[in-house]
């Protein structure tokens, strides 16, 4: 069974600090990942999505890599803003689309 | 802009009865998808639908809960009768699948349900 964990679960910085997430998966064999942001009360918005056949993607500050053969994935943010606060679910594909979700990290950018 | 919307956004009801959510999902997504949100168990996938067609419902309590799709623009889940365990945010989602490749989800704002 895919299980998926996500460390820091909390994660507080000053405004313009670059930060890394980090994501990790049991089971090596998936389509892609997604990473998802959620603000409270709210929706999930989608970031990036990252194939398994590829290694990286960027949007913006962001940039997700995937590491797939050791079940890794980071989410970089680069000079992180207090507008970043949200919190950042990962969530991999294991075919017909069904994701697995992560726990979350809670992340809070002070100004 | 296209996005999926959900109704109604919050329901409060007594356990006991019917409870019905709904989705329209992105015009054009042959995917579809609910999940339920709690602070325990995080998200869980409940059902998703490929083309209208169930395709997996293993994550929803059989007994209680059912999910529809009696057309292309609309998603149903219905609880009856409803539990207070089933309080939490229901999320819809949509996507496409094409040929062997799959793209990105498209949540809906949820809907929060409440059971006394």
């Known amino acids: 069974k895919q299980e998926v964990t996500q460390i820091p679960a909390a994660l507080s910085v000053p405004e313009g600090e670059n930060l890394v997430l980090n994501c990790s998966f049991t089971?090596?064999?998936?389509?892609?990942l997604q990473w998802f942001r959620q603000d409270p009360g709210k929706g999930l918005t989608s970031l990036l999505l990252?194939?398994?056949?590829?290694r990286e993607q960027t949007s913006g500050r962001l940039n997700a890599s995937l590491d797939k053969s050791s079940g890794r994935s980071t989410l970089y943010i680069a000079a992180s803003q207090p507008g970043d606060s949200a919190t950042y679910l990962c969530?991999?594909?294991?075919?017909?689309?069904?994701?697995?979700f992560g726990t979350g990290t809670r992340l809070l950018v002070s100004p | 802009d296209a996005r999926v919307t959900q109704t109604p956004r919050h329901k409060v009801t007594e356990m006991g009865q019917e409870v019905t959510m709904r989705c329209q999902p992105i015009?054009?997504?042959?995917?579809v998808f609910w999940y339920r949100q709690t602070m325990m168990q995080g998200l869980e996938l409940l059902a998703y639908?490929?083309?209208?067609?169930?395709?997996?419902d293993s994550g929803m309590p059989k007994d209680r809960f059912s999910a529809e799709m009696p057309d292309a623009t609309l998603a149903t889940l219905k609880i009856q009768p409803s539990e207070p365990r089933d309080s939490a945010v229901y999320f819809c989602?949509?996507?496409?699948?094409?040929?062997?490749?799959?793209?990105?989800?498209?949540f809906g704002p949820g809907t929060r349900l409440t059971v006394t």
């Open positions: 989602a949509s996507g496409l699948v094409a040929g062997h490749s799959s793209y990105e989800q498209y």
């Open positions: 089971d090596s064999a998936i389509y892609n």
């Open positions: 990252i194939q398994s056949s590829q």
């Open positions: 969530a991999v594909n294991t075919g017909f689309q069904k994701l697995v």
């Open positions: 015009l054009g997504h042959n995917t």
């Open positions: 639908f490929r083309n209208r067609a169930p395709l997996d």
